[in-house]
C-alpha cells in the first residue's frame, strides 16, 4: 500500500522513495491517531503528511531520546546540525543529511511550504531545552506556535482548500494547537518526568496547585481534588479552542475533510477518555478504544467516498492542494484565546 502512494505521488527516484518509506513507519509507529487519520487522504498526499510527521518526530527525538545522559548543549548542537542540513536540502543539496530530511525538504518544495514554519518549529524545540515551565497561556502559545500552529500551516497546502489559504490559515494553527494541547494535557505524567508542566502556573496556582503538589501524586500515585480541579480547567481550555478551529473544516477540499475531521474526533475523544477517567494522567496515559477508533475510520470511509463521488462530477471538484510555486500562506495567525477562569 504504501508504494502505491508513493506512485500516486509520482515519486520515482530510490533514495526519495526510501525516505518517504522511512518517514511512513516513523509515523505509524510513533502517532497512531495521527497515522489512522492520514490513511483517509487521497493516497497521492499521504507521503507528504508522513514527511511532515517524520521530520517534527526526529527532531522531538532529538530533545526527548537521545541518550538520558546527553547534555542540553549537545541536544542544542544536535538541532543545529538537523537545521542546517534542512536549510541545505531546502537549497537544492541532494546530498544534505538525513532520509527524513531528505524527505521533507522534498514535501516543501512540492507544495511551497513557508522555510519560516520549520525554522520557527526548530526553535521551540530548542527552548524545550531550558524551559520547563510557562507562567501565563500567552507565554505558552508562543513556544505552541512554533512547536503545534506552525505544523497546521506546513499541512494546509497538502490537504488544499475550497478557497484561499490565507482563509484557513488561522483555523489550521488553531486545530494544531488544540491538537498539542490535548497531549499535554494526555502526557502530564511524563512531562512531569523530564522536567516539564505545560499547563500553565497560573491556571494550576488558581486551583491551589503547584509542582511539588505534581509530583507527590505522581511518586505517591495518590490523586488530589485539587490537582483533578485544574486538570479539568485545562480540559476547558483546550475545548475551547478545539471550537475556534471548527469553523476551519469546511474549508478544506472536500477530499481532505474525512482526514482533519477524523483527527479532530480522535483527539477529542483523548479528551473524553481523560475525564471519563477522573483525570488520571499524572499516573497512567488515556487513549481512545479500539472500538472507537475503528467507529470513526469507518464514519471517514463513508464520507471520503461520498466526497470522491461528488468530486467526479462537473463542477463539483475544489481548489488542489498547492502546486510547487504556489505562493506560501502568511506566516501571522491569530492566537486562539481562551476562556477567562
Keep these: 500500500m504504501s508504494h502505491r502512494e508513493l506512485d500516486a505521488a509520482h515519486i520515482t527516484d530510490p533514495a526519495l522513495r526510501s525516505a518517504y518509506l522511512r518517514c511512513r513507519r516513523l509515523n505509524a509507529r510513533h502517532g497512531r491517531t495521527y497515522f489512522l487519520a492520514t490513511r483517509l487522504l487521497p493516497a497521492a498526499r499521504r507521503p507528504a503528511v508522513h514527511a511532515l510527521y517524520g521530520f517534527a518526530r526526529w527532531a522531538d527525538d532529538i530533545v526527548d531520546d537521545v541518550g538520558e545522559s546527553a547534555a542540553p548543549a549537545q541536544r542544542a548542537a544536535a538541532l543545529d546540525r538537523l537545521e542546517t542540513r534542512l536549510?541545505?536540502?531546502?537549497?537544492?543539496?541532494?546530498?544534505?543529511?538525513?532520509?527524513?530530511?531528505?524527505?521533507?525538504?522534498?514535501?516543501?518544495?512540492?507544495?511551497?511550504?513557508?522555510?519560516?514554519?520549520?525554522?520557527?518549529?526548530?526553535?521551540?524545540?530548542?527552548?524545550?531545552?531550558t524551559v520547563g515551565a510557562y507562567a501565563t497561556y500567552d507565554d505558552l502559545y508562543t513556544y505552541m506556535h512554533g512547536s503545534a500552529a506552525v505544523i497546521g500551516l506546513q499541512i494546509l497546502p497538502v490537504l488544499g482548500t475550497v478557497g484561499p489559504q490565507a482563509e484557513a490559515a488561522p483555523y489550521a494553527a488553531a486545530l494544531?494547537?488544540?491538537?498539542?494541547?490535548?497531549?499535554?494535557?494526555?502526557?502530564?505524567?511524563?512531562?512531569?518526568?523530564?522536567?516539564?508542566?505545560?499547563?500553565?502556573?497560573?491556571?494550576?496556582?488558581?486551583?491551589?496547585?503547584?509542582?511539588?503538589?505534581?509530583?507527590w501524586s505522581r511518586s505517591t500515585g495518590r490523586r488530589d481534588?485539587?490537582?483533578?480541579?485544574?486538570?479539568?480547567?485545562?480540559?476547558?481550555?483546550?475545548?475551547?479552542?478545539?471550537?475556534?478551529?471548527?469553523?476551519?473544516?469546511?474549508?478544506?477540499?472536500?477530499?481532505?475533510?474525512?482526514?482533519?475531521?477524523?483527527?479532530?474526533?480522535?483527539?477529542?475523544?483523548?479528551?473524553?477518555a481523560i475525564a471519563d477517567d477522573g483525570y488520571p494522567v499524572l499516573h497512567r496515559r488515556a487513549a481512545v478504544s479500539r472500538r472507537r477508533r475503528a467507529a470513526v475510520a469507518a464514519d471517514g470511509l463513508a464520507r471520503l467516498t461520498a466526497a470522491r463521488l461528488t468530486a467526479r462530477r462537473p463542477g463539483g471538484?475544489?481548489?488542489?492542494?498547492?502546486?510547487?510555486?504556489?505562493?506560501?500562506?502568511?506566516?501571522?495567525?491569530?492566537?486562539?484565546?481562551?476562556?477567562?477562569?
Excluded: K, W
Aim: aromatic share 6%.
Design 87 to 129: 536549510r541545505q536540502a531546502l537549497d537544492g543539496d541532494p546530498a544534505a543529511g538525513e532520509p527524513v530530511v531528505l524527505a521533507v525538504s522534498d514535501t516543501a518544495a512540492r507544495y511551497a511550504i513557508a522555510p519560516i514554519h520549520f525554522t520557527d518549529f526548530l526553535a521551540s524545540m530548542r527552548s524545550d531545552l
Design 176 to 215: 494544531g494547537v488544540a491538537f498539542q494541547l490535548t497531549n499535554f494535557l494526555r502526557d502530564v505524567g511524563e512531562d512531569l518526568d523530564r522536567g516539564r508542566v505545560y499547563v500553565p502556573e497560573d491556571l494550576l496556582t488558581a486551583h491551589g496547585v503547584d509542582r511539588d503538589l505534581l509530583h
Design 225 to 272: 481534588r485539587r490537582i483533578t480541579a485544574a486538570l479539568r480547567a485545562a480540559e476547558a481550555m483546550t475545548r475551547a479552542v478545539y471550537r475556534q478551529a471548527a469553523p476551519g473544516l469546511p474549508l478544506l477540499d472536500p477530499v481532505a475533510r474525512p482526514c482533519i475531521r477524523a483527527a479532530y474526533v480522535l483527539y477529542g475523544g483523548i479528551l473524553d
Design 317 to 341: 471538484g475544489a481548489t488542489p492542494a498547492a502546486p510547487a510555486g504556489a505562493r506560501p500562506i502568511p506566516t501571522a495567525t491569530a492566537r486562539p484565546t481562551v476562556p477567562e477562569d
